[in-house]
Nanobody, 119 residues
Framework: QVQLVESGGGLVQAGGSLRLSCVAS????????MGWYRQAPGKQRELVAVISNLGSTNYADSLKDRFTISRDNAKNTVYLQMNSLKPEDTAIYYC?????????????WGQGTQVTVSS
C-alpha cells in the first residue's frame, strides 16, 4: 500500500537540534511537493515547510531561520533539520506529499512523529 512514514522525533533540550525523516513507499509513479506540518494539542495543524520535486522550498516565516527542508528523490524521502529548538516547537510533526499512483494524483499524510522540547 502507498504510505508515508515519519521517524526521528524524540526529546531534546531547548537550543538543541533534531532531524526528521519521511519515506514514501508503495506503488508510486511520481511525487510532486513534499512537506512538513505540525500540530500541538488543542491547536490547528500548521505548515512548517514544503519542497518541490526540483528542490524549491517554502517555509513558515517564523521558522525559516531555524528549520531546513530537503529531499532525496532517489530514496523518496523528505527531511526536516530543526535547529535552535524552543519549547513552543513541541508538537506532532506530519509528513505530507502529493503522489501519483495508478490513475490520479492524491495527497497523503503520514501518521506523525512526536517532537518534545524541554526547558
Amino acid at each position: 500500500q502507498v504510505q508515508l512514514v515519519e521517524s526521528g522525533g524524540g526529546l531534546v533540550q531547548a537550543g538543541g537540534s533534531l532531524r526528521l525523516s519521511c519515506v514514501a513507499s508503495g506503488m508510486i509513479l511520481s511525487i510532486n511537493d513534499m512537506g512538513w506540518y505540525r500540530q500541538a494539542p488543542g491547536k490547528q495543524r500548521e505548515l512548517v515547510a514544503v519542497i518541490s520535486n526540483l528542490g524549491s522550498t517554502n517555509y513558515a516565516d517564523s521558522l525559516k531561520d531555524r528549520f531546513t527542508i530537503s529531499r532525496d528523490n532517489a530514496k523518496n524521502t523528505v527531511y526536516l533539520q530543526m535547529n535552535s529548538l524552543k519549547p513552543e516547537d513541541t508538537a506532532i510533526y506530519y509528513c505530507n506529499a502529493e503522489l501519483w499512483t495508478d490513475y490520479h494524483w492524491e495527497w497523503y499524510w503520514g501518521q506523525g512523529t512526536q517532537v518534545t522540547v524541554s526547558s
